[in-house]
């Protein structure tokens, strides 16, 4: 039975598409802290000391000390509920900027949200004399779902016991529920991370209309980790019919002129009838093309 587990892992992490791979690090990341967590009960002194190596803290020597928390943090949760939420969060978002914006772009914008909400973090707490860590990805992840909204403002999701809600919405109620948190101090410090990363998404978006694509400087090893064309993919949420189209920036510039066409009639359907409507050969063509 392990075997087999294993190699389910091992074959989504080969072929997945790179919102897959993050997941899967997340979860190795966080039961491998559980293991730790369980074997080190009798000291749990040894455990807070290690986690402290991992989570960013807001005192500056100590950053310059440990740089390395500036990107360990993001694939660091302790709780269930802390992780579950920011992977579902992560898988829906993170399909639309993937499908819409390129899979190649997923890691760096990943890390670039991160990045944001830990130095927003950071600036913050030291404001206020605060001395406390970061650790999760929910900086990251707000970056996707404001950048989602950005690309995609009036695309309908269905939310349950709700209905349908455009995803400017849902990115809207989202950063005020933060802007709430911080202004009452539950997990201020949390919350100002999610407004870092949430910046970063509408300015990732907002200069990849300009031309600037903030994902171009990070190294082209990043390339190695793209997924490898296989499945076809099934939708991260069901998009329903809406009049209004979704934005269309101009995210790949190599991209020919009739594969841009193909793009675009592909998105006028989903738009129209929802994404399960396409066929098995235009699922694959996006998503193929979100690749490039």
């Keep these: ?10 074959t989504q992490f080969s072929y997945g598409n790179m919102i897959t791979r993050i997941i899967l690090v997340n979860i190795f990341v966080f039961l491998f802290i559980i293991i730790i967590k369980a074997f080190t009960g009798a000291n749990p002194e040894f455990y807070r000391n290690f986690i402290e190596y ?3 803290p807001s005192d500056g020597w100590t950053l310059l000390k440990r740089p390395w928390t500036l990107f360990t943090n993001i694939i660091l949760h302790e709780g269930v509920w802390h992780l579950g939420w ?6 829906w978002f993170g399909r639309i900027v993937g499908d819409l914006a390129g899979d190649r772009r997923i890691l760096p914008l990943y890390i670039l949200g991160g990045l944001a909400g830990g130095i927003l973090f950071f600036i913050y707490w030291n404001l206020l004399g605060n001395n406390n860590p970061l650790l999760g990805a929910s900086g990251a992840v707000n970056c996707f779902i404001v950048a989602g909204a950005c690309l995609a403002p009036d695309y309908n999701i269905r939310l349950i016991l709700i209905g349908d809600v455009k995803l400017k919405y849902v990115a809207f109620v989202l950063v005020v529920l933060s802007i709430v948190g911080i ?6 410090g949390g919350n100002m991370a999610h407004i870092g990363g949430a910046i970063m998404g509408a300015v990732f978006v907002y ?3 300009k031309g600037i694509d ?12 793209s997924a490898k064309p296989t499945k076809k993919r099934k939708a991260p949420m069901t998009v329903v019919h809406n009049k209004i189209k979704p934005s ?3 995210v790949n510039k190599t991209r020919t002129a009739g ?3 193909k793009i675009d009639e592909i998105l006028d359907k989903i738009n129209a009838t929802g994404y399960d409507s396409l066929s098995a050969e235009e699922k694959d063509f996006l998503y193929q093309a979100s690749k490039d």
């Design 207 to 209: 200069m990849l209309k």
């Design 214 to 225: 903030l994902t171009d400087p990070f190294p082209g090893g990043f390339q190695l980790f």
């Design 86 to 91: 920011n992977m579902l969060m992560l898988y």
């Design 1 to 10: 039975m392990l075997n087999s587990i294993l190699d389910d892992i091992k």
């Design 248 to 250: 269309r920036p101009e």
């Design 259 to 261: 594969t841009q066409e």
């Design 54 to 56: 991992l989570t960013l």
């Design 183 to 188: 202004a009452e101090q539950s997990n201020a």
